[in-house]
């Protein structure tokens, strides 16, 4: 069984920048899991906000994040380095990994992974 652990979070200014990480540990997955960040709001669905294919090092965005965040991996860790932070993504951030096939080949679908973190806390102040 695998246990992710997230850090990093907290409070911050707008404009400001916070680095997330997210340790797997246990029965891990060497380097060929997909590794992604989600981030739900009170009364909102989560969304995937980055994720990391391993094969030729892809990442993928979502429209709202892209040319802010940035996502890295190396092996069983995840980062998402977080800039130019805004009151909306104010969330919970949780990491996500998985080596199952894929469902419908959304990586930014919460579909498509079986491990879960417990949720990090991300506040954006205006």
């Known amino acids: 069984q695998v246990r992710l652990v997230e850090s990093g979070g907290g409070s911050v200014q707008a404009g400001g920048s916070l680095r997330l990480s997210c340790v797997a540990s246990?029965?891990?997955?060497?380097?060929?899991?997909?590794m992604a960040w989600f981030r739900q709001a009170p009364g909102k669905e989560r969304e995937g906000v980055a994720a990391?294919?391993?094969?030729?090092?892809s990442t993928y965005y979502a429209a709202s994040v892209k040319g802010r965040f940035i996502i890295s991996q190396r092996e069983n860790t995840v980062y998402l380095q977080m800039n130019s932070l805004k009151p909306e993504d104010t969330a919970m951030y949780y990491c996500?990994?998985?080596?199952?096939?894929?469902?419908?080949?959304?990586?930014?679908?919460?579909?498509?992974?079986?491990?879960w973190g417990q949720g990090n806390q991300v506040t954006v102040s205006s």
């Open positions: 990391s294919y391993p094969r030729g090092g």
């Open positions: 996500a990994a998985a080596t199952s096939p894929m469902v419908r080949g959304n990586l930014l679908a919460p579909e498509e992974y079986t491990d």
């Open positions: 246990g029965n891990t997955y060497g380097s060929s899991a997909r």
